[in-house]
């Protein structure tokens, strides 16, 4: 290798050099420290990637200051209440601006409960329900979900004893998700997953105690 390509091969990493330096500085003088109204007491996280919103202090007036320095953009951020219930808010931080507020919004998942004195002779019907939902993915998109439900419980002689056949169908969006029968006996119970999707799962959870029947279908989120 002569000077000269020595030379150019030098001129050229310090160029770069040059540029990333300038990039980073760009980047840290759009990223801002940023005080929100409207954050709850609760754990709040962002909704792409589940990781927690750091904040430093609460003032008196109730803004609250965060932690990281944020770009501007819009961050679609949650706080949850139990595994089935979720508040949802988008948080907008615009250019020149270090004060933002945000509102959130429930977004409640399916859950059917229900305590039956079941009949030997006749189905203990629930009955159908229409669920409409919306769930955010990873790309703070809302994917919206229609869940149509039905369970019926029944009794069913075995010999001298008499067990119980449990019924449930689920459909989500039109499709049949779930079709399925279990037969349970007396002084039983459980729990299993029905339906799961990369948002959010089915469980049906039951039990039997005598004559009478506790049920629970209930949709969470992951």
Not at 54 to 75: A, F
């Amino acid at each position: 290798m002569n000077s000269r390509q020595s030379k150019f091969i030098k001129n050229v990493i310090i160029g770069f050099i040059v540029i990333m330096i300038i990039f980073g500085i760009s980047k840290c003088s759009r990223q801002k420290t940023i005080r929100v109204t409207g954050l709850p007491e609760q754990q709040v996280y962002f909704s792409d990637n589940h990781q927690e919103l750091e904040v430093d202090q609460v003032s008196l007036e109730g803004s609250t200051r965060l932690k990281q320095k944020m770009e501007p953009g819009s961050y679609v951020l949650y706080y949850q209440e139990d595994e089935s219930t979720r508040y949802y808010g988008t948080l907008h931080i615009k250019k020149k601006q270090n004060e933002a507020k945000i509102k959130f919004r429930k977004h409640k998942l399916p859950v059917i409960s229900r305590q039956l004195v079941l009949n030997t002779n006749e189905d203990a019907e629930l009955g159908s329900s229409l669920k409409h939902y919306g769930i955010y993915n990873e790309h703070d998109v809302e994917i919206t979900y229609d869940a149509d439900i039905n369970i019926s419980v029944r009794g069913k002689r075995n010999g001298k004893n008499n067990n119980f056949l449990l019924k449930w169908k689920l459909g989500i969006n039109g499709n049949s998700v779930s079709d399925e029968e279990i037969e349970i006996e007396r002084d039983e119970g459980g729990n299993r997953t029905i339906w799961e999707d990369k948002l959010h799962a089915y469980t049906m959870t039951y039990k039997v105690i005598g004559n009478t029947a506790e049920l629970q279908l209930k949709a969470v989120f992951k």
